[in-house]
């Protein structure tokens, strides 16, 4: 857990460090408070609240730094399901956000599979990023509509790049609908958005070389 600062992971991982930046103390004992008032013992009934607040909310979010050849370097938000007002406040207490209340990152993993449960607009005015990433397959609406269009409003790098893992889900259209929303909307996601190509595992972002794997 992070206490009110940078929080160096003993993480032995060579070229790569890793910053913990939330939940805090304060912030687990509050989870932990409202984990004991909801929890129940039926395995389903507790699987529930997944997308409520317990275990969404204890995500861990941790900035890595990746170090290349030449001095470069590349930073990764890495969000798991946090809500963005906790993001926003671990990486102040982590003094990476600027006098204004910014910060850039190479790469941001957008929360809860870009759900608008989870994000506001000022979110991504604050947190930019050249690179955002959003894994979800259309499950519970996600990524919503109104995220996509934030990230397209909010961003200001030449060349950003919204990536997402699916265009598509026959056993949820929601997805499909959902990015259709998104780009009527806003028409300069086109130029933007990039789409796992079917059969591929995962998608692929180059932030210091090209991979070739």
């Known amino acids: 857990m992070a206490d009110g600062g940078p929080a160096m992971l003993p993480l032995d991982l060579g070229v790569l460090d890793v910053q913990l930046i939330c939940p805090n103390v304060a912030h687990l004992r509050k ?3 409202e984990w004991e008032r909801k929890a129940v013992k039926d ?7 997944v997308d409520r607040s317990v275990f969404n909310l204890s995500s861990l979010v941790l900035v890595v730094t ?3 050849s030449h001095g470069r370097r590349a930073r ?9 007002d906790h993001v926003l406040a671990g990486l102040e207490e982590a003094g ?3 006098a204004e209340g910014r910060v850039f ?10 759900s608008d449960r989870n994000l506001e607009p000022a979110f991504f005015e604050r947190v930019q990023a050249r690179h955002y990433v959003i894994s979800a397959d259309g499950r519970h609406d996600n990524p919503s509509a109104d995220t996509l269009v934030w990230i397209a409003a ?3 790098t030449r060349g950003w790049r919204l990536w997402l893992t699916n265009r598509s889900n026959p056993l949820r259209p929601a997805l499909a609908a959902n990015i259709a929303a998104a780009l009527k909307a806003a028409p300069k996601l086109k130029t933007h958005l990039r789409i796992r190509k079917g059969g591929a595992p995962g998608v692929m972002v180059d932030l210091l070389a090209k991979v070739d794997y």
């Open 31 to 33: 989870l932990s408070i």
């Open 105 to 114: 990152f190479d790469l941001l993993k957008v929360p809860h599979h870009g």
């Open 66 to 68: 990746a170090r290349g």
């Open 76 to 84: 990764m938000l890495l969000t798991g399901d946090a809500r963005g």
């Open 96 to 98: 990476m956000l600027d």
């Open 43 to 49: 395995e389903a009934a507790t699987a529930a609240y």
């Open 154 to 156: 909010a961003a200001r």
